[in-house]
């Protein structure tokens, strides 16, 4: 075999072993759910965190009303904090913010590591609208995420996790006394 005809040989193989490195990688991607649900978390995985309590909620209105447990921003120092420097929940679900009425502040996610998404809810537990929110490290101004309209809570739960947990229009946020 010629010294061309090798590499020829060589670089076709090669190019087969990364195809075929491709093609299992997609296989075993396939082998997902078709629709992957974020499962309650089990107690004993949640850690407190320092300064904030914890609340059950459900999403009602949707399949997916299973009891959840999150942390709880009840006071202006804790809505300011929010999860600012966290680069995780402690095993918690989301964080709520009741902010006991009607409200129409902004949100920002100033020295916020945790990619977030956010919904909100009005004084009954409606679906107002919600939002991804984008890291803000190290920045003098940062985007601001406002709702659609008044509200009185605020659920951030990781990018992307809302739909996992059936929050959307026609939803609703129901608050339960402790987490299960």
């Known amino acids: 075999m010629t010294p061309s005809r090798r590499r020829a ?5 090669g190019l087969l ?3 075929v490195a491709v093609g299992v990688f997609f296989s075993r991607a396939a082998d997902r759910p078709a ?3 974020l499962l309650p978390v089990a107690p004993s995985a949640r850690t407190p965190v320092d300064g904030f309590g914890q609340t059950g909620f459900r999403i009602e209105g949707t399949q997916a009303a299973a009891e959840r447990c999150a942390l709880l921003a009840e006071t202006s120092q804790q809505h300011g904090r929010g999860l600012m420097g ?3 929940l402690a095993g918690y679900d989301g964080m709520v913010f009741d902010f006991k009425t009607e409200h129409t ?4 996610m100033l020295d916020t590591p945790l990619p977030l ?3 909100w809810f009005d004084t009954g537990g409606r679906f107002v609208s919600a939002t ?3 890291p803000c490290i190290g920045q003098t101004t940062c985007a601001l995420y406002a709702a659609a309209g008044p509200y009185r809570y605020a659920l951030e739960v990781p990018q992307g996790g809302l739909p996992a947990l059936g929050v959307g229009p026609g939803s609703r946020l ?3 006394p402790a987490c299960t």
């Open 9 to 13: 040989v060589v670089k076709v193989t």
């Open 17 to 19: 072993l990364i195809l």
């Open 35 to 37: 629709d992957p649900s």
């Open 86 to 88: 966290r680069r995780d």
């Open 105 to 108: 502040g902004q949100f920002y």
């Open 117 to 119: 998404s956010i919904a």
């Open 132 to 134: 991804d929110m984008e």
């Open 174 to 176: 129901a608050l339960t």
